[in-house]
């Protein structure tokens, strides 16, 4: 139990263009999911906290306007990197959180290269 | 605002030695912390959970502690195996709320 998807799990795209990421909770309901960016060699950073139904809160630096987060079912969040440029290009990690504990469970990650 | 440390950043040991990792947090008011692993351009698995209230956590070759009071967490990994290389991540939630804060990561590798 407790499997989060995400699709796609790569995107190639080109400067300027726009890329919508799915973060999916298969047999869970998830009031809450959460998007982390992970560039090489580093860890997790939080980018922003989705609540199904509201809006999403942004962590300080994460431009609200580039990343639009929509969490329109307790089973689905999407991430769309608005005019995307190289330096966007990085690696997007979703977690829903689930159970009597809201544990988060994570996803497989998509790795997004902006050319 | 809570900070995550993994100390060491990298580690190498051959295989059948015994690998302790270290995580430290700075605000020890925590709900829980949870280690896992991520091999290369993969998610993350998790391995262990301990609540704020436990002191240690096992899972085969696995044993987790915490100190709560002094921030610190050390993951023992015992008779390491080619197959334990990887990543290791520790993640604190913070008690109100469920924002998990990171740390950097240590990687390792087991030399077979």
């Known amino acids: 139990g407790a499997v989060v998807s995400q699709h796609p799990s790569w995107v190639i795209c080109k400067s300027g263009t726009s890329v919508k990421i799915e973060c999916r909770s298969l047999?869970?309901?998830?009031?809450?999911m959460f998007w982390y960016r992970q560039f090489p060699k580093q860890s997790l950073m939080l980018m922003a906290t989705s609540n199904e139904g509201s809006k999403a809160t942004y962590e300080q630096g994460v431009e609200k306007d580039k990343f639009l987060i929509n969490h329109a079912s307790l089973t689905l969040s999407t991430l769309t990197v608005t005019s995307a440029h190289p330096e966007d290009s990085s690696f997007y990690i979703c977690?829903?959180?689930?159970?009597?504990?809201?544990?988060?469970?994570f996803g497989p990650g998509t790795r997004l290269l902006v050319l | 605002k809570q900070e995550v440390t993994q100390i060491p950043a990298a580690l190498s040991v051959p295989e059948g030695e015994n690998l302790v990792l270290n995580c430290s947090f700075t605000d020890s008011a925590i709900y829980n912390l949870q280690w896992f692993r991520q091999d290369p351009g993969k998610g993350l698995t998790s391995l262990l959970l301990i609540q704020s209230s436990q002191r240690e956590q096992t899972s085969g070759r696995l044993n987790a502690s915490l100190d709560k009071s002094s921030g610190r967490s050390t993951l023992y990994i015992a008779a390491s195996q080619p197959g334990d290389s990887a990543t290791y991540l520790c993640a604190v939630r913070e008690a109100a709320g469920n924002k998990l804060t990171f740390g950097g990561g240590t990687r390792v590798l087991v030399k077979p």
């Open positions: 047999d869970f309901q998830a009031t809450t």
């Open positions: 977690s829903a959180a689930g159970g009597p504990w809201e544990t988060q469970y």
